[in-house]
C-alpha cells in the first residue's frame, strides 16, 4: 500500500452538487428519497430465511405493511465465510439456516424470490456479513438486485480474519462489479456499526463516510452513511447532524442519504424493555431528518424472529414515526460537545496517509490512527478504549494513536471485565428497569 503522503496531496472533499438535490439513482434511492421529501421516515427489518418460499413470504408480508418499507434479504452465515457447498447441503437436508444463501440458491432462483415483489414500489436490499462478498456481488448484480450494503473496513475487522488490505482489495473489485450493472445498485455503508456498541460517535461518522468515498471512487453513485444508536440521545442527535454535514462535504456530488439502526448491541431482554428502545431510535430518526430505519423486534435477545414479529415492529416503528411528526418537522442538532470536530480531523487525518482512500484506510489502521475499541482483528491496533459517563453519553478515555483526545474525566480510565460488562449491558439494564421494577411493585400488592 502507498506510504504517507505530504498533507498538500491529501484527497479532497467532493464538489459540491450543481443543485441542492441530486438526481437519485436507482429504484432503492428514489423510494426512499421520494418518501422523505413526503415527510416519511421508511422502515426496514433484518429479516433472512433459507427456503425461497418462507423469504417471499416474508417480503410479500413487509410490503403489506402500512407506512413506508423496503425489503430486506439477509443471507446466511455459510455465504459470509464463502462456504457455498456447505449451504448448498444444507439446502438439500432442508436445514434451517439464519439466511438466505443466495450463491446456493443461484441467479435464477433468487430473480423468482424477486419476481413480483421486488418493483418501484418496494425495493429489496441484501444484507450479508461478508469480507469477501465477489461471488456474493457477481450473483446479485446478474439477478437485478435493488441494493446491498457492507464495506471494506466495516465488514472485515468485527466479522472475519481476513487482512485489512485482502478485503480491501475486494471490495474495490465488487464495487466496480455493482457499478458496471446498467440499472444502478444501492450500496450502504455498515462503518456506523463498528461492534454495535462502545465506540464514540466520531469513529463510527468518520468510518461511514470513508466508506462511502471508497464507493463512490470505486465509480458508484448510489450510497447510504450509517449511525447505530448509542447509549444517549442527546449525543445521538448530535451524531447524526454531524453525519449528515460530513456527507455533504465529502459526498457531494453523488446521490446518498441517511439510515439510522436500532442499537446493535445487547438488547433489551422483556417486551416492553425492547419496545421502548425501538421507540427511542424511531423518534431520533424523526428528529434528526434521517431517511431511512433498520429496526429490531422484542425477540432480539432470544432468537431470530417470525415474519409476524417483524411486521409488528415495523408497524410500530411507523406509528411511532407518525406520533413524532406532529411535535414539527423541524431537524434538531442538539447539543455540540465536538463530535463533528473530532469525525472531521478522523477523516482527514486518515486521508493523509494514501493516494486513495483504500490505501489510507489501511495505513491508517496500521499505525494505530484508526483504532476500533475493543476489535481483536489482527489489524486492528485495539489500544483505544471507550467508557460511558455519568450522563450516558460515550466518550474516550484512551485514544491510543488517534488524534483525538481523551474526555475530561475519563482520560485513561482502565476498563475491567466487570465495567466492560457493565457497560455492555447497559442499555439493556436501561430499559428493563420500568418493566422489572413495575413487576416487582405488582408482587408487593
Not at 450493472?181 to 470513508?210: K, N, Y
Not at 480531523?345 to 491508517?364: C, H, K, M, Q, Y
Amino acid at each position: 500500500m502507498n506510504s504517507a503522503v505530504s498533507e498538500g496531496a491529501a484527497l479532497r472533499p467532493a464538489p459540491p452538487a450543481q443543485s441542492p438535490v441530486v438526481p437519485a439513482h436507482g429504484r432503492f434511492s428514489r423510494f426512499v428519497r421520494h418518501h422523505h421529501e413526503q415527510g416519511r421516515l421508511v422502515v426496514q427489518p433484518r429479516m433472512g430465511f433459507a427456503g425461497t418460499q418462507t423469504m417471499r413470504r416474508g417480503l410479500q408480508a413487509v410490503r403489506g405493511v402500512r407506512g413506508a418499507s423496503v425489503g430486506t434479504v439477509t443471507v446466511d452465515s455459510y455465504t459470509r465465510v464463502n462456504d457455498h457447498d456447505s449451504a448448498r447441503r444444507a439446502l438439500e437436508r432442508g436445514d434451517d439456516l439464519n439466511g438466505y444463501p443466495v450463491v446456493a440458491h443461484g441467479v435464477q432462483e433468487t430473480r423468482r424470490l424477486l419476481r413480483g415483489v421486488a418493483d418501484d414500489d418496494f425495493p429489496v436490499q441484501f444484507r450479508h456479513g461478508s469480507a469477501l462478498p465477489r461471488e456474493l456481488f457477481t450473483t446479485l448484480a446478474a439477478c437485478g438486485a435493488d441494493a446491498t450494503e457492507g464495506g471494506p473496513v466495516s465488514y472485515c475487522l468485527p466479522y472475519s480474519r481476513v487482512p485489512l488490505p485482502e478485503a480491501t482489495a475486494a471490495w474495490a473489485e465488487c464495487c466496480r462489479i455493482l457499478a458496471d450493472r446498467p440499472q444502478p445498485v444501492h450500496l450502504e455503508s455498515f462503518g456506523g456499526c463498528m461492534l454495535g456498541q462502545l465506540c464514540p460517535p466520531s469513529l463510527l461518522i468518520a468510518l461511514s463516510i470513508l466508506e462511502g468515498m471508497f464507493f463512490r471512487e470505486h465509480g458508484l453513485r448510489s450510497i447510504s452513511v450509517s449511525y447505530a444508536q448509542q447509549t444517549s440521545p442527546e449525543q445521538d442527535l448530535e451524531a447524526l447532524a454531524a453525519l449528515r454535514r460530513l456527507a455533504a462535504q465529502w459526498l457531494g456530488d453523488v446521490d446518498w442519504h441517511v439510515v439510522l439502526y436500532t442499537y446493535m448491541g445487547v438488547y433489551p431482554r422483556t417486551r416492553l424493555g425492547a419496545y421502548r428502545m425501538l421507540e427511542d431510535s424511531v423518534r431520533l430518526a424523526v428528529r434528526s431528518g434521517t431517511e431511512r430505519l433498520i429496526v429490531k423486534t422484542a425477540v432480539e435477545s432470544q432468537r431470530i424472529p417470525t415474519i409476524e414479529e417483524n411486521v409488528d415492529a415495523l408497524e410500530f416503528a411507523g406509528a411511532v414515526a407518525e406520533d413524532e411528526r406532529r411535535f414539527g418537522p423541524g431537524v434538531d442538532a442538539g447539543p455540540r460537545t465536538g463530535v463533528y470536530e473530532e469525525a472531521l480531523e478522523l477523516i482527514t487525518s486518515t486521508l493523509r496517509f494514501g493516494n486513495d482512500v483504500g490505501s489510507a484506510l489501511v495505513d491508517a489502521f496500521a499505525r494505530g490512527r484508526l483504532d476500533v475499541p475493543f476489535c481483536l482483528h489482527q489489524d486492528n491496533a485495539n489500544r483505544s478504549r471507550a467508557a460511558i459517563d455519568p450522563a450516558g453519553a460515550l466518550r474516550w478515555s484512551e485514544p491510543g494513536a488517534m488524534p483525538v483526545a481523551a474526555s475530561e474525566g475519563h482520560g485513561r480510565t482502565a476498563v475491567t471485565a466487570r465495567s466492560l460488562i457493565d457497560m455492555l449491558s447497559y442499555n439493556e439494564r436501561r430499559f428493563d428497569r420500568e418493566e422489572l421494577v413495575g413487576a416487582a411493585v405488582r408482587g408487593m400488592l
